[in-house]
C-alpha cells in the first residue's frame, strides 16, 4: 500500500518521489482525508465520507483534484513537493570519494618511504633512509677523524633526520586528509539515503495514524572518517612520551575527529513535526561533515603554517652549514669508510627522489566536489590540501637537491683528503661558496 | 444559540460550556427518523464549515450504512463477535434461515446515532450508529472513525432503548 521502501542513495529520486508522497498523505491525514480502502487513488475525510480529492502518484507526482467537487488542493501539494526538494536537492550529486585513491595512496608512498612509522607495516622499505642515515653517522663518527665531521654531521645526519620526519608528518597529514575524504563520502550517501528513508517511513507511519518511534541514529560518517584517520595516525604510546611538532598536529586530528559524535533522530506527530526533524537530520550531517572537514583544515593549515614558519625542520636548503675546515690537519678517513658513506648518500638521495615522484603535483581540483552548504565549502579542504602540498612538494624536492649536493661535498672533501683529483679542492670550495649563497640561515 | 446552522439538523443549539457541549435531535435516515446526538469538544471553534462538511455526510447517510452495514456482515463469521450473536439468536426465530446472513443485514435498522465531528485524535470516533431488529432487545454497535481502517464493531451487544 505504501510503496516498496527504497533506502540506497543511488536511487535517492526513488526516494524522494516516495518521500513527497508520504508527506502529501500525512498532511491529508493531518486533516483528517485518508486513502480509501479498495480505491486507493483518492482521498476520503475520515477515510469514509463522501470527499474525495486524488492521491499523488507512486513518485509524489500529480493529485489534488477533488472528485464530484469543485475543489483543488492541487497548489498545496505543489508547495509540500517544493519544500522537500527544497530540503534535499542539495544532497544530490555527491561525490564518491573515489578520486582521493591515488592521492591518499601517493602520500601514503612517500610517508612510507621517509620513514613514518604511522604509514602501515605493508609498505615496504621504509626504513631504507634511516638505515642509511645510521650507517653514515656511525661510520663518519666512529671511523673517520677530522673537524669536518661536526658541521658534516650536523646538517647531513641531525638536521636530515629532523627535516626527514618533518616531511613525513606532513605526508601523513595529507594521507591522513585523502584518506578520510575518501572515507566520508561513501558514508554520508548511506546516511542522506537513511535520513529521507526515515522520514519519508514516518511520514507513512503517522499517515496511516500509526505513531511511529522517533528513529534515532549515530551518523555513519562520525565513524568512518574517525576510522580512516585513525588507521593513518598512530598517537605514540608509553610514558614520557612528548609529542611535538606535526606529530603533534597529527594525533589533535585524531582527537579531533573522534570526539564528532553525532546522533540525529527523525520522527514527530505530524507533517510539519517530521518535516522539522528532516531538515534538523540534514543540518546535522552537514554540521558533522562541516567539524569533521574543519578538523582536518586546521591539521592541514597548521602544518603548512609551521612549514613555513620553520624551515629549518622541513627544508634542509633552509638548513646552514657550519664552518667547514679542511686543512685542520686532524683528518684521518680509509677509502672503504667513505665509499660506504658516500653509497649511503646516493641511496638517500635515491629515496628523496623516489618520495617526491610518488608525491607528484596532487589534484589539480578537488577530489571530492559537493553542491555549496554541504561541508566545509564546495570544494572541501582542497585548497587547504593543495597549500600543505605544495609546501611539501616544494621542500622535500630542495631536500632532495640539497642533500645530493651535500654528497658531492663529502666525495670533493674525500678527493682533497686523498688528493685523487687536482682539482677536489676548488670543486669543495665551490661548494661551499654555492652552501653559503643558498642556504637560508 | 450560535449562529451556525446545518441544513439537516437545524440551529446549533448546544448545551454545555466551553468543555464540551451537544445537542439532541431526529435526523432523517431513510424511511425513519433515528435519534441523534451531537457533541462538540471545542463549542469555541465550531465553524459554519465544520458544520457545512458534516450537513454532506448526513445528506449522504446511505455511504456510512453501507459501511456499516458490510462491517457487521463481515463479522458474522467471527465466533464471539456481536454480529454473529445478534445473527444466532436472529436466525433461532421461526421465520429465519441460519444461513440468511444478506436479509439479516437488510433487516437491521439503525436506532441510534452520535456524531463527534471534532474528537481529533483523542476521539477517532466520528460517526457511531447503532442497529436494532424489530422484536429484539440488543443491539449491534458501529463505529466510524476518523482512520484509513475501516469501520470497527464492538464486541459487546447492548440493549435497546
Redesign the interface.
Known sequence: MWGECVSDYEDLSTIVGQMKRAAIDCWM?DQ?F??V?GNEGTYC???????QYTRPNDDGSGGGEGVGWNVSCAAAFDDIRATVDGVVERWFGLPDGSACDAPSAATRTTASILGSSAAGASVQNGNAIATSNGTINAVVLGNMEGAFRRPFLGKYYTAFSSVQGGLAQASVILQANYAAEGAMWGAVKSDVAKICADAKNAWAAQ???ASAASMQFQLSVATAVAGAVASVVTAPTGLGVVVAGLSATAVGLNTALAKVNADVAVGGSSYDEILGSLQDALQTLSETIRSQEQALDSALREAASAMTAEPADYDLDAVKLDGYPLDDGAMRMDETDAGIVSDNMSLVHEQLTEAAAALGTGPSSSPTPRNAGIGLSSTGTHASASQLHGVTASCLQRTRNEYELGRQLFDATVADFFAADATARQTVQQLLADEALTGQA | MSDVTSRVLGPIDLDGGMGGGAMECDVPFGSRLVPTRLEIDHPGRLTQKLID?LD??LE?LH??DR?ARDAVAKEIPLEGSAPQRLFASWSKRGDANADDVDRFVAALRPTQMLITPDGG?VN?D?VVLRYGLDGMAEEVTVR????????EVDRALRHAR
Open positions: 491525514a483528517e485518508y486513502p480502502s475525510k475520515w477515510g469514509w465520507a463522501p470527499y499517515a496511516q495514524s | 462538511d454532506v455526510v449522504n455511504i456510512p459501511l485524535r477517532r466520528r466510524l472513525p476518523s482512520s484509513p481502517t475501516g469501520p
